[in-house]
């Protein structure tokens, strides 16, 4: 999800300008006069990278507990966090399920996704005092994991799977652990797993980890990104072509900074020297205005293997982050990264060029009010 990026309506033939046109600046910092006036927002094209997605919330007894110095519990926060994401949410035509797994209960059947009706969803979910008796158990995480079975066998296309875990489970009947069960429905599904960690040893990490291990799709997000970030996710549902909005305001603010892409060799996840320039200028705004997180989205040509693709994508954007990180001391957590292997080519793959602009990494600044 993209939070709103204030500018100046004075500004906006400027900015759609230099969105034909190009700029010849490697980055370029943004500050504007802006007045309370009429909010706007330009978007481009959303590029869906699922088709459908099924959340499965976790009400046991540990979701409780405080959560952080917020003055809210555990599962409070994650009821907010998806609020949050589902108001920011574009409908892009998916299906989608909310399923309570402590105990198993269904609040949203696999169908059409609609906001409202998911939002009232979301509203009707218990909290650990009223969903059962799993307090001080460890939940039925693998039992959950063999439910979806029948709902991906009822839907076409890609899925995205949310699971809220804090790693611990009970093992079933059948003595199936969860990396067996993620395993079997990796390989009869097209689906990957986006696992919200609330896991607070480090036993549970790995156990979580090894589960996302399963395809290049899948990843580890921690309950603590999220909440307040909805965006930091987003990237499992879609990806955004271009996007700018205008929001008003009386004052004199720094609305963002432009910054090309930054661009790989054949087969090569090193930046270039050539790159170092704009990414020391985008580093040195990170580090000025500490508001600010910044996505990277890792992209490579069409040549070869789709799943090779995704793992290389990865490494360019895992590259990037971690230049920004060792000459910056960004924080991890406010790098969002995502990657995508060889979807949405901004240029003909046909050709040598076009190729060239494809392996990128595109940069974004989020979160600035």
Do not use: C
């Amino acid at each position: 999800m993209v939070p709103n990026k204030t500018i100046a309506i004075a500004s906006l033939m400027v900015l759609l300008t230099a969105a034909v046109f190009g700029s010849s600046q490697a980055a370029d910092v943004k500050t504007e006069e802006v007045v309370t006036g009429v909010d706007v927002v330009i978007v481009d094209k959303f590029i869906r990278t699922a088709d459908n997605f099924i959340v499965l919330y976790d009400a046991s007894g540990s979701m409780g507990r405080p959560y952080a110095n917020t003055g809210m519990t555990m599962i409070e926060a994650a009821e907010k966090a998806l609020k949050g994401k589902n108001a920011l949410l574009p409908d892009l035509g998916f299906n989608a399920g909310l399923y309570l797994y402590t105990p198993w209960q269904v609040f949203y059947e696999m169908q059409p996704y609609d906001k409202d009706k998911f939002a009232e969803a979301i509203d009707s979910l218990p909290d650990t005092e009223t969903a059962g008796t799993f307090k001080g158990q460890p939940t039925p995480l693998v039992e959950a994991l063999e439910n979806i079975d029948p709902i991906l066998a009822g839907v076409s296309g890609r899925t995205a799977v949310f699971v809220f875990s804090d790693g611990t489970y009970k093992l079933p009947a059948s003595k199936k652990r969860p990396l067996e069960v993620v395993k079997a429905l990796s390989e009869k599904y097209d689906v990957f797993f986006y696992i919200v960690s609330t896991a607070d040893t480090d036993t549970n990490v790995q156990m979580l980890r090894s589960l996302v291990g399963v395809n290049p799709r899948s990843r580890v997000i921690p309950f603590e990104w999220l909440l307040g970030h909805p965006y930091r996710t987003a990237g499992a549902l879609f990806t955004v072509k271009s996007i700018a909005f205008v929001s008003e305001k009386t004052e004199s603010v720094v609305t963002g900074i432009t910054v090309q892409n930054v661009t790989f060799e054949i087969d090569e996840p090193n930046i270039r020297p050539e790159d170092h320039e704009r990414l020391k200028k985008l580093g040195q705004f990170l580090k000025d205005n500490p508001e600010a997180d910044v996505l990277l989205e890792g992209f490579t040509d069409a040549t070869g293997d789709e799943y090779y693709n995704l793992h290389l994508s990865r490494r360019r954007a895992f590259r990037v982050a971690q230049y920004l990180m060792d000459n910056f001391d960004i924080p991890r957590e406010r790098i969002v990264i995502q990657w995508y292997g060889m979807i949405n080519p901004i240029a003909d793959n046909s050709t040598p060029e076009g190729r060239a602009q494809n392996r990128r990494v595109e940069v974004e600044v989020v979160g600035l009010n």
